[in-house]
């Protein structure tokens, strides 16, 4: 997992940092029965606000990403659904994880 560096603009953001390769960390729940889920994206970027060196000491392994497939329609097509990205366990303090609106792409296929 790589972790970019990108000074913030703003006085009450000292720091951000990009964190990407989020797909070892994404859980897809409620999977349509007799289907199963194909993450279609590569990487998933997460934008990670805090001091500078708080966030660089962020394990990138703390982060979880869920997706709910309750809404997903049976087709072979490709669909794009909301994802929660959350700490696992406590949120370390003096760092927090910005805006809400991360999305993947999935694609589901009938259960072999």
Do not use: C
């Amino acid at each position: 997992m790589k972790i970019n560096p990108v000074k913030g603009t703003a006085d009450y953001l000292p720091s951000q940092t990009l964190l990407r390769d989020y797909l070892q960390n994404i859980i897809l729940e409620n999977v349509p029965q007799g289907y199963e889920a194909e993450l279609v994206n590569q990487q998933l970027y997460v934008w990670v606000r805090g001091n500078s060196d708080l966030v660089a000491d962020l394990d990138p392994g703390q982060l979880q990403v869920e997706v709910d497939l309750s809404n997903a329609s049976t087709g072979n097509g490709l669909q794009r659904f909301a994802a929660t990205v959350t700490f696992k366990g406590d949120n370390p303090e003096g760092v927090g994880i910005m805006g809400t609106q991360y999305s993947v792409a999935v694609r589901l296929h009938p259960a072999s």
